[in-house]
T-cell receptor, first 117, second 115 residues
């Protein structure tokens, strides 16, 4: 069965600290996709990144960076110099390729990040 | 371009009633999926529609149904509402290329409260 684990339920940091959100996944598929989303209190899931299983390059986008390691089935997300606006719930998700006709995301339980000034 | 639009944003229903939620995908996107988010179960996949056909279905009872129109807009319906159906219902759209899982964009959701 496919599964996504975000072991950190809540993280609290002070502004300008770096913070890493962990994501561990399980899948038997050789081709799969991983996503990170941010959910502010308004409810909308804001897309952050999509990565396929064949691309193990790390990615950096501004203060955000992602470390994908197939050997440990992890796709961790780091925010550098955190800001109060980064406070939100962050979700890691895995595409479900069991049904080739469709795409369904399997989400982790989310990590609530609180950044204080 | 406009994002995924969901209506209504908030609604309150009584047990036993039914509800219909609407979703307009991003222009050009042909796949629409629905998810339920609750504090206890987290985010769970309901179903996906592509070209007016249901392509994938999550593990929900038959009270949950949906449809997609020729313009890719989608609706989901929940009949005989139960208190446990109180949740944030999120719609997502994607282009859905051949053999590729495209980026999936979400709307702001519809907050349903069943009393």
């Amino acid at each position: 069965a496919q599964k996504v684990t975000q072991a950190q339920t809540e993280i609290s940091v002070v502004e300008k600290e770096d913070v890493t959100l962990d994501c561990v996944y399980e899948t038997r598929d050789t081709t799969y996709y991983l996503f990170w989303y941010k959910q502010p209190p308004s409810g909308e899931l804001v897309f952050l990144i999509r990565r396929n299983s064949f691309d193990e390059q790390n990615e950096i986008s501004g203060r955000y960076s992602w470390n994908f390691q197939k050997s440990t089935s992890s796709f961790n997300f780091t925010i550098t110099a955190s800001q109060v606006v980064d406070s939100a719930v962050y979700f890691c998700a895995l595409s479900d390729r069991a049904n080739q006709a469709g795409t369904a995301l399997i989400f982790g339980k989310g990590t609530t990040l609180s950044v204080s000034s | 371009k406009a994002g995924v639009t969901q209506t209504p944003r908030y609604l309150i229903k009584t047990r036993g009633q039914q509800v219909t939620l609407s979703c307009s995908p991003i222009s050009g996107h042909r796949s629409v999926s629905w998810y339920q988010q609750t504090p206890g179960q987290g985010l769970q996949f309901l179903f996906e529609y592509f070209s007016e056909t249901q392509r994938n279905k999550g593990n929900f009872p038959g009270r949950f149904s949906g449809r997609q129109f020729s313009n890719s807009r989608s609706e989901m319906n929940v009949s005989t509402l139960e208190l446990g159906d109180s949740a944030l219902y999120l719609c997502a759209s994607s282009f859905r290329g051949q053999g590729v899982v495209d980026t999936i964009y979400f709307g702001e959701g519809s907050w349903l409260t069943v009393v």
